[in-house]
Every structure is written in structure tokens, then in C-alpha cells.
Nanobody
């Protein structure tokens, strides 16, 4: 089992940057593929990015490709989401998630979730 805690959310202006961080408990972090998802008010939870167990493969939603970067540090049990060129439509609660079933775009493949962190982008 793994516990996840996100941090780094907040308010940014359009065109600005934020970095989200997710800290995981336990000594088996490298056995989990990690993902970031987001949910805007009144909308479904959407895939943002994912990274494989050792960071060799990364995946992005088309809406963030070229602007967001996911990275992990297995020695520190962390996974970060660097968000650049932010847009108002990036406003959402961002969630970190973990799965032992391989990197996936599908939220149902993830077994463990953080509590979420709010990102608000003003125009």
C-alpha cells in the first residue's frame, strides 16, 4: 500500500508556471507507475500525464503535451508535474495516483490516490 500527498498548487497567471509534487510513503515506490489527473468543476476526472516505474516512459494528454513535464525521483519517493505556459483551462484539482498495473491513461487502473491540490489559472 502507498499513501500519496500532493503539494504545490495555487494561483498562477496565464502563461505562468507551477510545479506540483507528490510524495509517496513506503519502500516500494519504484514498483508503481504514477499518474497525474485533474478534475474541473462539473467535469469528469481527466488524464494529464503518466510515468513508468523507473521513468523510462512518459505519456501526456494532447492538451498538455509540450507544456507539462512529468518526472520522478525513486530515491526520494516523489513524482513532479512541471506545468509551463499555463492556460485558464488548466484550472482544476490535480490528483496524483499510483498503480502496479503499468502506466495507463485510464483512472480506473489506478489504485491509490492523493487528496488533490487546487490549481487556478487567471486570464
Amino acid at each position: 500500500q502507498v499513501q500519496l500527498v500532493e503539494s504545490g498548487g495555487g494561483l498562477a497567471q496565464a502563461g505562468g508556471s507551477l510545479t506540483l509534487s507528490c510524495a509517496a510513503s513506503g519502500r516500494t515506490f519504484s514498483t508503481y507507475a504514477m499518474g497525474w489527473f485533474r478534475q474541473a468543476p462539473g467535469k469528469e476526472r481527466d488524464f494529464v500525464a503518466a510515468i513508468s516505474r523507473y521513468g523510462g516512459s512518459t505519456y501526456y494528454a494532447d492538451s498538455v503535451k509540450g507544456r507539462f513535464t512529468i518526472a520522478r525521483d525513486n530515491a526520494k519517493n516523489t513524482v513532479d508535474l512541471q506545468m509551463n505556459s499555463l492556460k485558464p483551462e488548466d484550472t482544476a484539482v490535480y490528483y496524483c495516483a499510483a498503480t502496479q498495473r503499468g502506466s495507463s491513461y485510464d483512472s480506473y487502473m489506478y489504485d491509490y490516490w492523493g487528496q488533490g491540490t487546487q490549481v487556478t489559472v487567471s486570464s
